[in-house]
């Protein structure tokens, strides 16, 4: 038996609850692990609070998120003992995932754990952290580069947000932080932001085309927040877009993408290919400085992951919410 957070509706009333559940009532998979820590993110709140059909599969543990030990493996390139992190593939959707002390997973979904991090320090970076870095490698590979301009984060002082901050700056870019907590700008110049600006200024209604400014933008809100942040973008630069915090609409025109030669970059992190997981994670172990996580680090165990998802949808999350399993 171990601890798990249960997700269950019967006759259409949603139940969270941490229950003890029974190792073979686990889903298939190829490798057996431990999870040592897993971590809240924005859609592991929407699942917990039933705040949007993220959940497609009935009973369901949510928990996009983990980082462990193997213990027990069919799969080739896993061997008990071996370190991993997860980051996806349906997990906490349509899998059982780990905001459990146990999970039931596919080797091919798993990263190799670099030796720089221990568990908690993967899980403060998380999914957060891995499409973070996609979007920096988005802006790198858009031809973006340290010096051409400033570089818009929006929602900053969330996940995605707190580790794109301290990635750009660290890489050379001017980083202006745009946030709805402008009581958090101290915790935003620490992680390297040289300017903060009130999100306010681009979560409303704006014209298609507007002063040029931004060289390149992370973007984790879409709705207004990403058309404002696309119509202020200088020619040739680039938008990776990655959330929708403040909305899954896109209220904007053409015209920044046939007139400014803007482009506009996906992020997705679910569906990854392996090779680009590795990369990610490798240059996060090059890249990131591990005294700044914590910085951005929120500590909590099990039990409190729902009272965490609450705080998220209600605004009240700073940073990275890490889970001891």
Known sequence: MFKAWLLSKDEGKFHAALRDVDEQDLPDGDVLVQVLHSSINYKDALALTDSAPVVRRWPMVPGIDGAGVVLRSSHPGWKPGDRWILNGWGVGETHWGCLAQRASLQGDWLVPLPECFDTRQAMILGTA???????????????????????????????VGS?????????????????????EAAYLHALGAAEVIDRATLSGPGKPLQKERWAAVVDSAGSHILANACAQTRWGGVVAACGLAQGMDFPTTVAP???????????????QPMAARQAAWA???REVDTAQLERMAHDL???????????????????RTVVSV
Not at 257 to 271: C, K, P, Y
């Open 129 to 159: 952290g891995y499409t973070a870095m996609l979007c920096v490698q988005a802006v790198a590979r858009h031809g973006v580069a340290a010096g051409d301009g400033d570089v818009l984060v929006t929602g900053a002082t969330g996940g």
């Open 163 to 183: 580790v794109a901050v301290g990635l750009l700056a660290r890489r050379g870019y001017r980083v202006v932080a745009a946030t709805g907590k402008p009581a």
């Open 257 to 271: 993408f046939i007139l400014r030669n803007v482009t506009l970059s996906g992020v997705d992190s679910v569906m």
């Open 283 to 285: 240059a996060l172990a």
């Open 301 to 319: 165990p099990l039990s409190e992951a729902l009272a965490a998802a609450t705080r998220i949808m209600a605004g009240q999350a700073l940073g």
